[in-house]
């Protein structure tokens, strides 16, 4: 497999809250609270983030403190541990001034407690819920924001391990927007309205940055590519890809060694042109006249595109910012994100072909994904090496945004599945996508909701963790059911 360049992290604040006065009153509560509060905290190191602990606070000057020193490390999330009963004096003031989304954990050691010997330790001991009404009533008095509350048992829940790791991934996510670089490179092509996209209100929305670059800058780091590199980017290429002859398309043919020297050239100078300019994503699209250096470095971007999305590197055609930043958003949840749109339905076994000719994101291959040399680009100018693959068979999500008549953004998301079947072979990617509650129907939902052509397509069902990130950008969100 690809190894990532961009490696996934996040930076989750963690604090406790209790009343102190249960200590003097029970001799060894303390040591239990604070062993329950050690293992929570390791559950959440085991999902690949790191954990800025404060322990425990039972004071309102210590919940100042923590909100100082939780903005002062620039944290991703907060999590609230609500370990036994607590009074929300100790928790509003980090609530009010922490800037980072914060949700409650309620999660008790025992799934019930042993009846026959139970007792007023034991009860605190398992209080997590107790002041979990309190603190979400003087929330909303506040008017701030819990995203979540994590309700279950510390130890063999797999449900809320399940919660816990969704939030360590959106913290991921928050980490990664928060200060990216989204380059734009070129210009919409002629004329897809839908693709526009101001990059101030884009660095507004989403705290990153857009670099304006220029396809120069590629063609300026592509003279320098060796012919080592060239060699080692090949040996790449044969083993992460199948080169199988035509079937029906004669538009596709069995991939050149001329292509794929020209993909592995070209490859080689985006990972110089994303290094150089210290890139998270690149949104580009540009042709350049007939047989000049520009048309030739820029319509051959498709194969070192994929292989920078299996890297964390989403890189997106077509000029479509948005979608790039859709495409981020999958990369660090870690469910893919290729670039897609909608391609002919099937009425008869009730699918609609969804791909794109790229690029994509090589992890959610089903299989090895497949180069075949195209003489022509249907609608673009160019011709040469085209990534072909199906996605992973189960279940799917979409991620559209899109921009409103306001000028701000709209997170458009489905759920679906990608079952098993022969796609057309035309050196595009496509995948078979089933929708519920028939495929028409959905797609229908789908379209009203003013979406662009494009989105983001991973695999499994995470409408949900994709809708809180849209919640704590502040960015409408609709879920199509």
């Given at each position: 497999m690809i190894e990532r360049k961009k490696q996934r992290k996040a930076k989750i604040g963690l604090f406790a809250v209790v009343h102190g006065v249960y200590f003097d009153q029970f001799e060894g509560l303390y040591e239990k609270l604070t062993k329950y509060h050690s293992d929570l905290a390791e559950k959440l190191r085991a999902n690949e983030v790191e954990v800025m602990d404060l322990g425990m606070i039972d004071s309102n000057a210590g919940a100042f403190e923590a909100a100082d020193k939780f903005n002062g490390e620039a944290v991703d999330l907060i999590i609230c541990n609500m370990i036994t009963y607590a009074t929300s004096s100790v928790f509003a003031p980090v609530l009010k001034n922490a800037t980072a989304p914060m949700i409650?954990?309620?999660?008790?050691?025992?799934?019930?407690?042993?009846?026959?010997?139970?007792?007023?330790?034991?009860?605190?001991?398992?209080?997590?819920?107790?002041?979990?009404?309190?603190?979400?009533?003087?929330?909303?008095?506040?008017?701030?924001?819990?995203?979540?509350?994590?309700?279950?048992?510390?130890?063999?829940?797999?449900?809320?391990?399940r919660e816990l790791k969704k939030w360590c991934d959106i913290a991921k996510v928050l980490n990664s927007l928060k200060g990216a670089r989204i380059g734009l490179m070129g210009h919409v092509l002629e004329a897809m309205y839908d693709m526009h996209a101001d990059p101030t209100a884009v660095a507004n929305a989403f705290n990153l940055h857009v670099p304006l670059l220029e396809i120069d800058d590629v063609l300026e780091v592509y003279d320098t590519v060796t012919e080592e590199e060239i060699k080692e980017k090949i040996a790449l290429i044969d083993e992460e890809f199948e080169m199988p002859e035509p079937i029906s398309d004669p538009v596709t043919m069995k991939l050149t060694d001329a292509d794929k020297y020209q993909a592995a050239k070209t490859a080689v100078a985006l990972d110089k042109f994303v290094e150089k300019h210290n890139l998270t994503g690149l949104a580009y699209y540009y042709e350049g006249r007939e047989g000049g250096p520009h048309r030739e470095v820029a319509t051959t971007f498709i194969v070192g595109n994929s292989i920078l999305n299996a890297q964390g590197i989403p890189m997106c055609g077509e000029f479509d910012l948005k979608t790039c930043i859709a495409m981020l958003i999958m990369d660090r949840l870690?469910?893919?994100?290729?670039?897609?749109?909608?391609?002919?339905?099937?009425?008869?076994?009730?699918?609609?072909?969804?791909?794109?000719?790229?690029?994509?994101?090589?992890?959610?291959?089903?299989?090895?994904?497949?180069?075949?040399?195209?003489?022509?680009?249907?609608?673009?100018p160019g011709k040469?090496?085209?990534?072909?693959?199906?996605?992973?068979?189960?279940?799917?999500?979409?991620?559209?945004?899109?921009?409103?008549?306001?000028?701000?953004?709209?997170?458009?998301?489905?759920?679906?599945?990608?079952?098993?079947?022969?796609?057309?072979?035309?050196?595009?990617?496509?995948?078979?996508?089933?929708?519920?509650?028939?495929?028409?129907?959905?797609?229908?939902?789908?379209?009203?909701?003013?979406?662009?052509?494009?989105?983001?397509?991973?695999?499994?069902?995470?409408?949900?963790?994709?809708?809180?990130?849209?919640e704590i950008l502040g960015i409408e969100t609709v879920i199509v059911r």
């Open positions: 409650l954990a309620a999660l008790q050691p025992r799934e019930a407690m042993d009846y026959t010997k139970a007792s007023t330790f034991m009860q605190l001991e398992n209080d997590n819920i107790c002041s979990v009404p309190e603190f979400m009533g003087v929330a909303a008095r506040m008017n701030k924001k819990i995203y979540d509350v994590i309700i279950g048992v510390l130890y063999g829940d797999e449900e809320a391990d870690d469910i893919g994100g290729s670039f897609a749109e909608f391609h002919p339905f099937d009425f008869k076994e009730d699918f609609i072909l969804v791909g794109h000719d790229g690029p994509h994101h090589l992890r959610i291959a089903d299989g090895k994904p497949i180069l075949r040399s195209l003489k022509k680009f249907h609608g673009k040469g090496a085209s990534v072909e693959f199906k996605i992973k068979e189960g279940p799917i999500t979409m991620l559209g945004i899109n921009t409103k008549a306001d000028g701000s953004f709209k997170f458009i998301i489905g759920e679906g599945y990608s079952k098993k079947g022969p796609i057309p072979p035309t050196g595009n990617t496509n995948t078979r996508g089933f929708f519920e509650p028939t495929t028409k129907e959905f797609i229908k939902k789908w379209v009203f909701e003013g979406p662009t052509h494009h989105y983001a397509l991973g695999i499994g069902h995470h409408a949900d963790a994709i809708a809180k990130i849209g």
